[in-house]
């Protein structure tokens, strides 16, 4: 099992920044693939962005203003949240699996899920 922490959400204006910060701890034998969902109020869950140690992927409603790093020492995923916007208000979680997903954007791929850190953004 492997346990997921997030940090970093919060409050902002719109065209504000956040960056989330996510770290796995636990059984962890193999490379990670870890990612991050949002669900809005009354929305199906949604990928954001991902990253293994071959590639990132994002949404096309991230692309340009978000972006994903990885500490792969420490276990820790970052993502990277600018010029925000009030669509993007949602509950943010981080997810990871061992290995490679084959739709890093599905959610179904995942196996390992954060409690998830709220993003606001209102003026």
């Known amino acids: 099992q492997v346990r997921l922490e997030e940090s970093g959400g919060g409050s902002v204006q719109p065209g504000g920044s956040l960056r989330l910060s996510c770290v796995a701890s636990?059984?962890?034998?193999?490379?990670?693939?870890m990612a991050w969902f949002r669900q809005a109020p009354g929305k199906e869950r949604e990928g954001v962005a991902s990253i293994n140690s071959i590639e990132t992927t994002y949404a096309d409603s991230a692309k340009g203003r978000f972006t994903i790093s990885k500490d792969n020492a420490e276990n820790i995923v970052y993502l990277q949240m600018n010029n925000l916007e009030v669509d993007d208000t949602a509950i943010y979680s981080c997810?990871?699996?061992?290995?490679?997903?084959?739709?890093?954007?599905?959610?179904?791929?995942?196996?390992?899920w954060g409690q998830g850190t709220q993003v606001t953004v209102s003026s």
């Open positions: 636990g059984f962890i034998y193999s490379s990670l693939t």
């Open positions: 997810a990871a699996r061992h290995g490679t997903a084959i739709d890093p954007l599905d959610e179904e791929d995942y196996n390992n």
